[in-house]
C-alpha cells in the first residue's frame, strides 16, 4: 500500500480567526482545542490548512502543505544561518552496544532544562531560535497543540538517512501528537508496521509510503508509535538538503 501524498483532499477545515489563549507554564504541553475557559471560548485556530487523512491498522495521521514554497525556502535559509548542530558523542548513536555516527546532522532546541535520551545518549535542549519559535507557532495555530521541544535533523542529500525506528521513548507525552516539519528536498517517508518488520515476521501488513514535500507538515497521532516504525531511506537520486523538524512534548514528571 503505497501513498503518494498530494495536496487538495481536505480532512477538515478550520475557520480563520486569532484564537486568545491562557498563560501557561512553560513545561507544560497543552491542546487548545481541549482548554475549557470563558476566555477561549467560541474561538478558532488563526492558520487554517486544507488536511489529508492518513489511516491503516494502528496508524493515524494527518498531511498538509504547512507553508507556501516562498516561505518554506525562506525558513530553511534562516535555519541554516541560526541552527548549531551537535557534534561528539551527542552526535553518535548507541545501538546494540556499539556506537556509530548518525548519517546526517542533528541537533536540538527546546524549553529551558529539557533534555531528551534516545540510543543510548542524552542530548540537552538549546534555546529556542527565532525561526523555530515562528514554525512551532505556526504549528500550533494550525492543529490546536503546543510542543516544548524539537529534534532537528539536516540530511545534506539523499545519502544522508534516518533507520527505521518508533518515537516512544519515556519521556514523550504518550497522549501527544508528534508534528514532522519538512523544508527543503521532498524525500519519501515509509511507515512499517511493528508486526511486519524483519524474515521472521508474524504479520503480512503493507508498508506506507509517503512523499514529505517542502513546508509540508505531518502530525503523528496516537497510536502511531505504538504501531508503526517509520524510515527516511536513502535515494541517490536526491542531491539538494533537506531539513525536517519534529515538535514534541516532553514530561519533566516521566523522566528517567
Given at each position: 500500500?503505497e501513498m503518494s501524498v498530494k495536496q487538495g483532499q481536505v480532512k477538515r ?132 497543540q503546543m510542543f516544548n521541544f524539537v ?106
Amino acid at each position: 500500500m503505497e501513498m503518494s501524498v498530494k495536496q487538495g483532499q481536505v480532512k477538515r477545515s478550520c475557520t480563520s480567526g486569532s484564537s486568545p489563549r491562557k498563560k501557561i507554564k512553560q513545561e507544560e504541553c497543552v491542546n487548545l482545542k481541549e482548554m475549557d475557559s470563558d476566555e477561549d471560548e467560541g474561538a478558532e485556530f488563526s492558520h487554517p490548512v486544507p488536511w489529508q487523512k492518513i489511516e491503516a491498522e494502528g496508524l493515524d495521521c494527518d498531511y498538509a502543505l504547512l507553508f507556501s514554497k516562498k516561505e518554506a525556502d525562506h525558513l530553511f535559509r534562516q535555519l541554516e544561518e541560526e541552527i548549531v548542530y551537535s557534534t561528539g558523542e551527542e552526535a553518535k548513536v548507541h545501538v546494540f552496544g556499539k556506537v556509530y555516527s548518525i548519517p546526517r546532522k542533528q541537533a536540538t532546541y527546546g524549553d529551558v532544562g529539557l533534555t531528551y535520551t534516545y540510543s543510548g545518549v542524552t542530548r540537552s535542549a538549546y534555546p529556542w531560535t527565532p525561526t523555530l519559535e515562528y514554525i512551532r507557532d505556526s504549528v500550533t495555530k494550525t492543529t490546536g497543540q503546543m510542543f516544548n521541544f524539537v529534534l532537528v535533523n539536516r540530511y545534506k542529500d539523499g545519502r544522508d538517512h534516518m533507520g527505521e525506528h518508533r518515537d516512544d521513548e519515556r519521556e514523550l507525552d504518550p497522549l501527544r501528537p508528534i508534528a514532522s516539519v519538512s523544508l527543503g528536498a521532498a524525500r519519501d517517508f515509509i511507515f512499517r508496521h511493528r508486526d511486519a518488520r524483519g524474515k521472521q515476521s508474524s504479520r503480512s501488513i503493507e508498508p506506507v509510503k509517503l512523499e514529505l514535500a517542502n513546508g509540508s507538515l505531518l502530525l503523528m497521532n496516537p497510536p502511531t508509535n505504538t504501531f508503526w516504525y517509520h524510515s527516511l531511506p536513502i535515494r541517490k537520486k536526491v542531491l539538494s538538503p533537506r531539513i525536517n523538524l519534529t515538535f514534541r512534548c516532553i514530561l519533566l514528571n516521566r523522566k528517567k
